[in-house]
């Protein structure tokens, strides 16, 4: 069995890296084999791949990707398909990461995180772990949001809600 790793970001570098480290035979691109294929697709996975793959769909036996489109699962049925994007682990994980990748991008363009006015919008997975890592600086955090039903949780954990249909009455000017 042969995994194709797909995809021109980190996380794709360190799942071929681990694979690799794991025994598996890894390739960084798909190509003609008479092995049978396992295919790591970055997200998002959509009809742009369909026509690049169709050389190779008598060797595919499996495709894991983010995001998945209807059209690309319904061209490929013959093939099984898995959207880790889907998957509550996955999304946690990616979550923390994108949040430490946000906070190692503001101090290398040397943003002082201790004790900002610092405004999160949304509070999904990734500002949820995005909160919880500028936590860690003791920074003053605001997070904005459209949906109210979500006020007690944010102002439970300590941080300043704001209701994003009225962001445009606040003074931006006070955050980071």
Do not use: Q
């Not at 797909?6 to 025994?23: C, F, H, Q």
């Not at 990461?97 to 949304?122: D, H």
């Not at 995005?130 to 949906?147: D, G, W």
């Amino acid at each position: 069995m042969l995994f194709s790793v797909i995809g021109m970001d980190k996380r794709m570098d360190y799942v071929a890296e681990r694979l690799y480290a794991l025994g598996c035979d890894v390739s960084r691109c798909i190509s003609e084999s008479n092995h049978d294929i396992i295919l790591i697709i970055s997200p998002p996975v959509n009809i742009d791949y369909i026509e690049k793959l169709h050389p190779y769909i008598n060797n595919i036996k499996r495709v894991y990707g983010g995001n998945i489109s209807n059209l690309f699962i319904e061209e490929m049925s013959k093939i099984d398909i898995y959207d880790y994007l889907k998957w509550e682990r996955v999304i946690s994980e990616n979550a923390i990461l994108t949040a430490n990748g946000i906070i190692e991008e503001a101090k290398e363009y040397n943003c002082n995180l201790i004790e900002s006015n610092i405004l999160v919008t949304g509070y999904g997975y990734c500002a949820k772990a995005i909160v919880c890592e500028l936590k860690k600086y003791s920074s003053k955090i605001s997070v904005a949001v459209r949906n109210s039903k979500l006020k007690s949780e944010i102002t439970s954990n300590g941080i300043y809600y704001y209701d994003l249909n009225n962001l445009i009455n606040l003074d931006l000017s006070s955050f980071e």
